[in-house]
């Protein structure tokens, strides 16, 4: 009876160990669905093929969660961080795409560049996959985007949302890269940054869609998109009145 006792309490030990270990794996996707920034630890969901996005609800977050824009080949670019080492908290995984946002069917994509299967804790990698031939993203208020279901191989993730077209409306200017801006002394970059959003807001407004130029799609993050790419219409002209303007 002594043996048998000894036996069930090793055996109650072991499967408290497997659990601890595999509830102290965690890593997340940038962008994430439901997130604005980076996510922490408690963000973290378990993916599943019945929670496809772990306890987030997709119908409440889809449009007001930051996107990335799909390239024209389909090929989409996120980070993934981890926030335990080694293999508890492995970058490395797998995505499942669903391109009417409403995150019930979803087909496998294919993963081009992965993340590192043992990382260090706060590691972030760039992961690279593309969404499946033929997909367009019909979800959102604005009907093009799409939910990305995104799994490591330790069973953690979250969603993220993926935008196709890249013709919708601008938002304001991201104020992170304002402030950045503005803290590097380069108020002349930071108005005309505002300027050049301002003129894209304009020829879509007058329904000059053709006219905006390419850069970022109005429903991702414009945080994701370089102020070179903002400015690029930008002449030397429009700078200088920027600082005639400052002088008065």
Known sequence: MKFSTNNSL??????????????????????????????????????????????????????????????ADGSVTIKMKAFNPGADGSLQVAVRVNADGKGKNFVAGTVTKNGNPKPKVGDVDTVVFKLPPGTKCTGGAKKNRCLVSVKSTRGFGSCAVVTQGGKGKRGSPDFGLVQ??????????????????????????????????????????????????????????????????DEE
Do not use: W, Y
């Not at 940038?30 to 997709?58: F, M, W, Y």
């Not at 970059?189 to 000059?208: C, F, I, K, Q, T």
């Open 180 to 245: 950045a801006s503005a803290r590097r002394g380069n108020r002349a970059a930071v108005v005309a940054l505002a300027r050049a959003v301002a003129r894209e807001e304009e020829m879509l407004e007058d329904g000059h869609e053709d006219d905006v130029p390419a850069g970022v799609d109005g429903d991702a993050s414009i945080a994701s998109v370089h102020e070179d790419d903002l400015l690029a219409d930008v002449d030397d002209d429009d700078l200088e009145s920027v600082d005639a303007d």
């Open 10 to 71: 090793l055996t109650v030990a072991t499967v408290l160990l497997a659990f601890s270990a595999s509830a102290s794996a965690h890593a997340i996707s940038i962008p994430a669905l439901g997130i604005q920034g980076t996510g922490q630890r408690s963000d973290v969901q378990r993916p599943s093929n019945a929670n496809p996005c772990g306890k987030i609800n997709i119908a409440k977050n889809l449009d007001s969660s930051p996107a990335v824009a799909a390239a």
